[in-house]
């Protein structure tokens, strides 16, 4: 008996999680994606957790291609890397990538990456034959010798080439010919393609499902070829202005596109409705149709959509409208749930109270800037609407505060809500606060609401992440006590300019643990105080405004550089940060971003300083008097680890009283 008992026993000195399966730590460690924190104190816990995590990772995002050949080492089964926090990624970069995950790689994000050219990428198409996914946009200088290295990778399903303005057709000819497994291609502002490069990747790759064409100048010649593709799903032409209605001439469609779902065609003003009914005509199975900045909305207009039958979404944000083209859309013989008429101009209470009374099942329905409605319109909505999910409003002064009321009685599932620059009061807060489910309010410059009406949001809207209170100064520490403690899943607040405010919002906002964004710009009474409060405890935090903060300074910044370790973007502007406080946030590896504009403490020395040492900045914005300060071989030195300098020639400008400055806003939209 002692003999099994001594067998059972453990050595003091062994691990007891070594007694867990790698399948049950797999198991644990896909219960923590989306709490990377979380997951790195489980790695780091014992040695076995941190070898287990190492095979378990499959995504990296790292901050800077200097740390690619420690990652490599560490995680031999990577399947999607995101470069894109990387300003900088040479070529020697992709070629250790390829060879550490030849038979793992599928996807790479290089969206926001320069400095690499076709020698890097032809590494990755020729070695990572598994390579599905590639995203090179704003790769300003490619040219066609790095789009035919891309041209190796045949089994890609999905490029993104946006603003790759270098790359011609015959580039485009070459992934055409190399890349017929493709599904998606976006070439959106690619101003060297044209007709020739466009109908090669129609005919090539016939397994299409989504193609972006935006700003391309292309003709009818290619539209032929386009419309020919059997999986076409989602087409986007916005922009293209050499297609007009002559180009679509019956013969374009012979073969028609049955299997298009979205189309966008917004700021093509050269298709009328004339041209519009040709496109709906082989396109019938359209269910989200993109007119936005076009041509006016008549009923000739609304006559050409009968034939889409399957319609659920249409967007026409810029567009002129008529009562009688509105009227017509409404009588159109479907259901949509998605409309949206955003700053379109002659949008009146007769024909919108019609429309939405005949598309009751309205999930989403944005109304900004429709300044010739009044409480009709939103009795009309909140009746007929019930359903809505999202409303945006913006900017409609007509609305009396009564209306607002009405909203929260009738529209319980709204998750989204723009309202600002509206006239909506406490009490319309309160009836609002009956929509539980809201996730995102924006009451910015509303200035009649008080803390009164945001207590009953807190009480009430447990669900909020996001809350936007700019210029609505009836709001003080209360109000934002009430929000804090109400809503503990909050991720972005903004409070700029409400100039009541004090550390003691901050002590209470930082009980929001997940609080990623933050903006306080112009609050006058807020210190490094309230500051450090929010660096302590709100770890989350990625963007800080602190612009116009005058009391808060160097005492400030150092908090935010021991505790905030995920900032990466901040605005110090007019604040009084000197050269201490801006090199202590050198310690901030993400650190991205920052804006220094009139600090009165930072000589030319402290920020030659501060941008040597910030080793990931990709972009600066300085006032332009600091140009001739700096020595230019710091600044070549900066850019070329990736950063870009912004110059700004602004002059220090007195704050407005609020309503000033929204009689002002109202003067230059009028």
Known sequence: MMKKQKRLETPQHANPFEVLSEELVFTILDLLEGYPQAKKSFSLSCKWFHFVESKHRRVLRPLRAEHLPAMAARYPYVSELDLSLCPRVADGSLSLVARAYQETLQRVDLSRSRFFTGNGLLSLAVSCRNLVELDLSNATELRDAAAAAVARAVNLRKLWLNRCKLITDMGIGCIAVGCRKLRLICLKWCVGVGDLGVDLIAIKCKELRTLDLSYLPITEKCLSS???????EDLVLEGCFGIDDDSLKNDVFKQGCKTLKK??????QNISHTGL??????SGCVERLVLADGSPVTISLADSLNKLSMLQAIV???CPVTSDGLRAIGNLCISLRELSLSKCLGVTDEALSFLVSKHK?????DITCCRKITDVSIASIANSCTNLTSLKMESCTLVSPEAFILIGQKCHYLEELDLTDNEI?????KSISRCSRLSSLKVGICLNITDRGLV???MCCSKLKELDLYRSTGVTDLGISAIASGCPDLEMMNTSYCTSITDRA???LSKCTNLKTLEIRGCLLVTSIGLASIAMNCKQLVRLDIKKCYNIDDSGMIPLAHFSQNLRQINLSYSSVTDVGLLSLASISCLQSFTVLHLQGLAPGGLAAALLACGGLTKVKLHLSLRSLLPELLIRHVEARGCVFEWRDKVCQAELDPKCWKLQLEDLMQ
């Open 277 to 282: 009914s040709k496109l709906t005509s082989i």
């Open 263 to 268: 189309l966008d065609i917004s700021g093509c």
């Open 425 to 429: 009061d406490d009490e319309g807060l």
């Open 226 to 232: 386009i419309f020919k593709l059997q999986h076409l």
């Open 361 to 365: 099942d309205l999930r989403k329905l």
């Open 316 to 318: 026409l944000d810029g």
């Open 506 to 508: 901050l002590f209470s």
């Open 456 to 458: 009953h949001i807190g």
